[in-house]
């Protein structure tokens, strides 16, 4: 019963994205959307202070202009991850 629902819910959101594609003059088939999405990965990492507490740092790869016009479409933000003073 979770594949019907998770098939139903990945056939909605490609109807729903792929329409909004157009509108931007964006014209790839999903595969290569999907592997232009790809391209911009998250990198986290953790490490000990000299206090004993863990410090995560996370940070995201430089986007290519093909990324930046995909999550410009689908209103994502370029770079998820800010840097957070404590």
């Known amino acids: 019963m979770d594949y019907l629902l998770l098939g139903l819910q990945a056939y909605w959101f490609v109807n729903t994205v792929i329409p909004q594609f ?5 014209q790839s088939i999903w595969r290569e959307i999907v592997h232009t999405v ?38 994502y933000e370029n770079f998820p991850f800010s840097k957070k003073n404590p």
């Open 22 to 26: 157009r509108e931007q003059q964006i």
């Open 38 to 75: 790809y391209t911009q990965k998250a990198v986290t990492t953790l490490a000990q202070n000299n206090h004993e507490e863990v410090i995560m740092i996370s940070r995201c790869s430089e986007q290519n202009q093909h990324v930046k016009k995909i999550f410009y479409t689908l209103k």
